[in-house]
């Protein structure tokens, strides 16, 4: 408690988004959340859990750290998937935790092994392949030492998936990658299988693959960005709206809902006359005579500081706009022409007020920054609350 400003998580919302992509996936295939970068800024508990509540039953993290918050939220027998980095001791410990990570090379599928046999227990692997992002992933040239290492150690290493990365399937730009990617992993799957190894879950798919190549679901999808009710870019909102299999009444309303909202207040308010600079330096000066609110908020929040003299704020139900450059703990916000703004009152920086609306989306364009940025950098220290 006693905190400047508080992030809320609506219920409601997650459960549309969650009803729309299961509309979406069909009973085929799997849904697993992203639960990166602190639940894109949800908080990870807090989100784990709400989501738990909904029926969720798959999460995947990058790191061991992310991996034991969510296994200490976690009240239900749910997945818990480390896609990233893991250190021996955190290898150990995700062994020991029946938590499943992903082998992405010939060096770490044998730390894999004998790690496992150390501890003398199985570990829950997924295949990552190398189709063409050039990040991690099993190259073809070390794909029948890691084939033959995985038929040989069943016992030790169980094989619940195969998956890629696709390299930017929310751009058309990147079509012809994309599509060759997707075309070695079918290749890559069949030298599983030559190879008598069943792949388990197949999943490739990001948001964006989701609705830019419904082709890509296969069997599961690793859902960050678009569960918590945000697209990865206008491109991909524009191609599922025109798209007439996935939106087939070709409605323009848009499918999600933003599930967070963050609050804060006015700390104070004062009035500045013409021809003054307001708050460091000299980037904002007067014209004439304003009333500014200050809002306790700031770029160690995870306020873009790039927002200086553009972002804005909702007070009383009025977009207002950020003035001078954004502080580590504060901004100024120009209120003039608002009548009776008082310290205490609420101040919106995303979500709802009244009727007006800033979204992650509208905030980053101008930060001429991602959601996914912005979302990632929302500070740890802001309290999450659940609303219905
Ligand atoms: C971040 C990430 C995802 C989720 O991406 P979104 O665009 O947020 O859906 C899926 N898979 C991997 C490997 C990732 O790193």
Same mark, same amino acid.
């Given at each position: 408690?006693?905190?400047?400003?508080?992030?809320?998580?609506?219920?409601?919302?997650?459960?549309?988004?969650?009803?729309?992509?299961?509309?979406? /996936?069909?009973?085929?295939?799997?849904?697993?959340?992203?639960?990166?970068?602190?639940?894109?800024?949800?908080?990870?508990?807090?989100?784990?859990?709400?989501?738990?509540?909904?029926?969720?039953?798959?999460? $995947?993290?990058?790191?061991?750290?992310?991996?034991?918050? @969510? /296994?200490?939220?976690?009240?239900?027998?749910?997945?818990?998937?480390?896609?990233?980095?893991?250190?021996?001791? @955190?290898?150990?410990?995700?062994?020991? !935790?029946?938590?499943?990570?992903?082998?992405?090379?010939? &060096?770490?599928?044998?730390?894999?092994? !004998?790690?496992?046999?150390?501890?003398?227990?199985?570990?829950?692997?997924?295949? %990552?392949?190398? $189709?063409?992002?050039?990040?991690?992933?099993?190259?073809?040239?070390?794909?029948?030492?890691?084939?033959?290492?995985?038929?040989? %150690?069943?016992?030790?290493?169980?094989?619940?998936?195969?998956?890629?990365?696709?390299?930017?399937?929310?751009?058309?730009?990147?079509?012809?990658?994309?599509? &060759?990617?997707?075309?070695?992993?079918?290749?890559?799957?069949?030298?599983?299988?030559?190879?008598?190894?069943?792949?388990?879950?197949?999943?490739?798919?990001?948001?964006?693959?989701?609705?830019?190549?419904?082709?890509?679901?296969?069997?599961?999808?690793? @859902?960050?960005?678009? &569960?918590?009710?945000?697209?990865?870019?206008?491109?991909?909102?524009?191609?599922?709206?025109?798209?007439?299999?996935?939106?087939?009444?070709?409605?323009?309303?848009?499918?999600?809902?933003?599930?967070?909202?963050?609050?804060?207040?006015?700390?104070?308010?004062?009035?500045?006359?013409?021809? %003054?600079?307001?708050?460091? #330096?000299?980037?904002?000066?007067?014209?004439?005579?304003?009333?500014?609110?200050?809002?306790?908020?700031?770029?160690?929040?995870?306020?873009?500081?790039?927002?200086?003299?553009?972002?804005?704020?909702?007070?009383?139900?009025?977009?207002?706009?950020?003035?001078? $450059?954004?502080?580590?703990?504060?901004?100024?916000?120009?209120?003039?022409?608002? $009548? #009776?703004?008082?310290?205490?009152?609420? @101040?919106?920086?995303?979500?709802?007020? !009244?009727? !007006?609306?800033?979204?992650?989306?509208?905030?980053?364009?101008?930060?001429?920054?991602?959601?996914?940025?912005?979302?990632?950098?929302?500070?740890? %220290?802001?309290?999450?609350?659940?609303?219905?």
């Amino acid at each position: 408690m006693f905190s400047t400003s508080h992030i809320e998580l609506s219920r409601d919302a997650l459960k549309h988004n969650l009803s729309f992509l299961k509309r979406m /996936l069909g009973k085929e295939t799997r849904l697993a959340i992203v639960l990166k970068a602190n639940a894109y800024g949800h908080g990870i508990e807090p989100f784990l859990k709400l989501a738990e509540g909904l029926g969720v039953r798959h999460f $995947t993290t990058f790191s061991a750290r992310e991996a034991q918050a @969510a /296994l200490n939220a976690r009240s239900k027998d749910s997945v818990i998937q480390i896609m990233g980095d893991l250190q021996d001791d @955190a290898m150990a410990w995700a062994i020991q !935790k029946g938590i499943a990570f992903h082998v992405f090379s010939l &060096s770490r599928i044998e730390r894999t092994l !004998k790690i496992a046999r150390d501890c003398a227990r199985p570990a829950h692997i997924h295949l %990552e392949l190398e $189709t063409g992002m050039n990040r991690v992933g099993v190259p073809f040239k070390d794909l029948a030492d890691v084939l033959a290492i995985i038929r040989r %150690e069943r016992e030790l290493l169980r094989l619940e998936g195969t998956c890629t990365h696709l390299a930017g399937a929310e751009s058309i730009v990147n079509h012809v990658r994309v599509t &060759s990617q997707l075309e070695e992993f079918h290749r890559l799957c069949n030298c599983l299988a030559e190879a008598g190894i069943a792949p388990g879950l197949r999943h490739v798919s990001s948001s964006s693959g989701i609705f830019t190549y419904p082709e890509s679901r296969l069997d599961m999808v690793r @859902a960050g960005i678009i &569960s918590y009710g945000f697209w990865p870019t206008p491109e991909v909102r524009m191609r599922y709206l025109m798209d007439k299999t996935l939106n087939p009444k070709q409605s323009s309303y848009d499918p999600l809902r933003r599930v967070m909202s963050w609050k804060s207040h006015v700390m104070a308010v004062k009035s500045v006359e013409a021809g %003054e600079f307001i708050g460091y #330096g000299s980037s904002f000066l007067t014209t004439h005579k304003r009333r500014i609110a200050i809002i306790p908020v700031g770029y160690s929040e995870g306020f873009p500081r790039s927002l200086s003299n553009s972002g804005r704020v909702l007070i009383a139900g009025r977009r207002c706009q950020v003035v001078g $450059t954004v502080n580590m703990n504060m901004i100024s916000v120009d209120v003039s022409g608002i $009548t #009776g703004v008082k310290a205490g009152d609420e @101040a919106v920086l995303i979500g709802k007020q !009244k009727r !007006k609306s800033i979204s992650v989306a509208s905030f980053s364009e101008m930060a001429n920054d991602l959601n996914y940025e912005v979302l990632a950098r929302l500070s740890e %220290e802001i309290p999450r609350v659940v609303v219905e």
